[in-house]
């Protein structure tokens, strides 16, 4: 990542919009005994993607990839406050804070839709970075260490019963 993607990421971090979002989530989630939607869930998503994007040998900009994952679960606070889906509001948010952050309108677009289309597997066809968010979300959750695996909603195929790589 260059000294601009580290400036980037940094000024997704501090923003204001993302910080009071994240507070919210934070909060809104302190009582729940699932997967929480915390920075540490972001970076692991992050990561993930980036190992991807290695591993397919996709040029892929590492800033762009921690910006998708970093705001891909912001709208949480939106749907559980509002109703509304969270890759949506989590997509509209990008919007705002990658603009103010200095992304490009195409790397705004492309992140945007990653986001919006994170919650459905999507076949060979998708886009790289959509494709690669929807596989580090699941990927990051570590299912089969979870104490309250068996009370969790998520679907059996959907959870991780052991190490994937």
Same mark, same amino acid.
């Given at each position: 990542?260059?000294?601009?993607?580290?400036?980037?990421?940094?000024?997704i971090q501090?923003n204001p919009v993302?910080q009071d979002?994240?507070?919210k989530?934070?909060?809104?989630?302190a009582?729940r005994?699932?997967?929480k939607?915390t920075?540490e869930?972001?970076?692991?998503?992050?990561?993930?993607m980036?190992?991807?994007?290695l591993?397919?040998?996709?040029?892929i900009?590492k800033?762009v990839?921690y910006?998708t *994952?970093l705001l891909?679960?912001?709208?949480r606070?939106?749907?559980m406050?509002?109703g509304t889906?969270h890759?949506?509001?989590? *997509?509209?948010i *990008?919007?705002?804070?990658?603009?103010e952050?200095?992304f490009?309108d195409?790397?705004?677009l492309?992140?945007q839709? *990653?986001?919006?289309?994170?919650?459905?597997?999507?076949?060979?066809?998708?886009d790289?970075?959509?494709a690669?968010?929807?596989?580090?979300d699941?990927?990051?959750?570590n299912c089969?260490?979870?104490a309250?695996r068996s009370?969790?909603?998520?679907?059996?195929?959907k959870?991780n019963?052991?190490i994937?790589?």
């Amino acid at each position: 990542m260059n000294d601009n993607g580290v400036d980037r990421i940094q000024r997704i971090q501090k923003n204001p919009v993302f910080q009071d979002l994240y507070i919210k989530l934070q909060d809104a989630e302190a009582g729940r005994i699932f997967c929480k939607h915390t920075m540490e869930h972001f970076l692991d998503v992050a990561r993930l993607m980036y190992i991807f994007c290695l591993e397919d040998g996709e040029s892929i900009n590492k800033d762009v990839v921690y910006a998708t *994952a970093l705001l891909h679960d912001l709208g949480r606070y939106d749907q559980m406050t509002c109703g509304t889906p969270h890759n949506v509001a989590s *997509a509209e948010i *990008a919007g705002n804070v990658l603009k103010e952050c200095g992304f490009t309108d195409d790397e705004i677009l492309s992140i945007q839709k *990653a986001i919006a289309g994170h919650r459905a597997p999507h076949g060979v066809d998708a886009d790289k970075l959509t494709a690669y968010l929807y596989r580090a979300d699941k990927m990051s959750r570590n299912c089969f260490s979870c104490a309250v695996r068996s009370e969790c909603n998520w679907p059996d195929e959907k959870k991780n019963e052991w190490i994937v790589f």
